[in-house]
């Protein structure tokens, strides 16, 4: 099994930073491709960001290139996300996921149902 603890959200102005982190215990998640998703009120849950289990390859929605980072620290079983020039539309309880697959090359999974382990998620909320 693998447990995913989110944390780092808050209440930001528009145009401030945030940097949120996924710690994951358990069974390692070294090999396996991880993402962050988020769910505003209303709203499905949306795909934000994913990285291969190296690090080396990432893909992120058009609304958050640019501004969203996603990285890994294997060594630490940690996955961040640097976000940066935050708009209001950006507030929404943020999940760290892992697909719990091996060492995939392509950073192509972007449903939710892609993914087999989830956190219990972070809020995020930007003022105007």
């Known amino acids: 099994q693998v447990q995913l603890v989110e944390s780092g959200g808050g209440l930001v102005q528009a145009g401030g930073s945030l940097r949120l982190s996924c710690v994951a215990s358990g069974r390692t998640c070294s090999s396996s491709t991880m993402a962050w998703f988020r769910h505003a009120p209303g709203k499905d849950r949306e795909f934000v960001a994913t990285?291969?289990?190296?690090?080396?390859?990432?893909h992120y929605a058009d609304s958050v290139k640019g501004r969203l980072t996603i990285s890994r620290d294997n060594a630490k079983n940690t996955v961040h996300l640097q976000m940066t020039s935050l708009k209001p539309d950006d507030t929404a309880v943020y999940f760290c996921?892992?697909?719990?697959?091996?060492?995939?090359?392509?950073?192509?999974?972007?449903?939710?149902?892609?993914?087999?382990?989830w956190g219990q998620g972070t809020q995020v909320t930007v003022s105007s």
């Open positions: 996921a892992a697909r719990g697959d091996f060492y995939s090359s392509t950073p192509r999974f972007r449903a939710p149902t892609d993914y087999s382990y």
């Open positions: 990285i291969i289990w190296s690090g080396a390859k990432t």
